[in-house]
T-cell receptor
């Protein structure tokens, strides 16, 4: 069965960077885009960006451009999202998600807390 | 970019009621819309894809309709386990993706 398993929660200081991993299993990793979505506590879902694991092509929402980097390691079926220059407003649960048309599978989420 | 406007932001209904949630797109998106249910502390779960197709394993009391700019999620015979927040997601011009603001459904 399709699974996306993310790395654990992290606490970071303002200005630092964080890298979240998303290990895929149960399907051919390079056949479907991986997207990243975040959700601040009590708030809605916000699209962060996308990556094609086959080509490595990526893109992000305008508000994250220049601060987010999405990469992958196809040898271990894992996608990564790195967010730098963290600020308190980046405190949220970050989800990786597989896109087959729309999102069909989600990771369990990774809580990133930015606090001094 | 396409914007999705979802209404209402919250509602309260009784067990057995019919509930309707609407999403409007800022421009036509054909049928490229999905509906998701999210319970506290959990990842969202897809209920409906391409506007009206029921995801495998989802109870038939959930249904979706619409195309172009206006879409509806209907829950017939509301059950206590349907207490959750519901989101629409457009993917017509992917990337990007765009979510509606969410509708919190509570049971009276």
């Amino acid at each position: 069965q399709v699974q996306l398993v993310q790395s654990g929660a992290e606490v970071k200081k303002p200005g630092a960077s964080v890298k979240v991993s998303c290990k895929a299993s149960g399907y051919t990793f390079t056949s479907y885009d991986i997207n990243w979505v975040r959700q601040a506590t009590g708030q809605g879902l916000e699209w962060v960006g996308w990556m094609n694991p086959n080509s490595g092509n990526t893109g992000s929402a305008q508000k994250f451009q220049g601060r987010v980097t999405m990469t992958r390691d196809t040898s271990i079926n894992t996608a990564y999202m790195e967010l730098n220059s963290l600020r308190s407003e980046d405190t949220a649960v970050y989800y990786c998600a597989r896109v087959d048309g729309s999102i069909d599978y989600w990771g369990q989420g990774t809580l990133i807390t930015v606090s001094s | 970019d396409i914007q999705m406007t979802q209404s209402p932001s919250s509602l309260s209904a009784s067990v057995g009621d019919r509930v309707t949630i609407t999403c409007r797109a800022s421009q036509g998106i054909r049928n490229a819309l999905g509906w998701y249910q999210q319970k506290p502390g959990k990842a969202p779960k897809r209920l409906i894809y391409v506007a009206s197709s029921l995801q495998s394993g989802v109870p038939s009391r959930f249904s979706g309709s619409g195309s172009g700019t206006e879409f509806t999620l209907t829950i017939n015979n509301l059950q206590p386990e349907d207490c959750a927040t519901y989101y629409c997601l457009q993917h017509d011009n992917y990337p990007p993706l765009a979510f509606g603001g969410g509708t919190k459904v509570e049971i009276k």
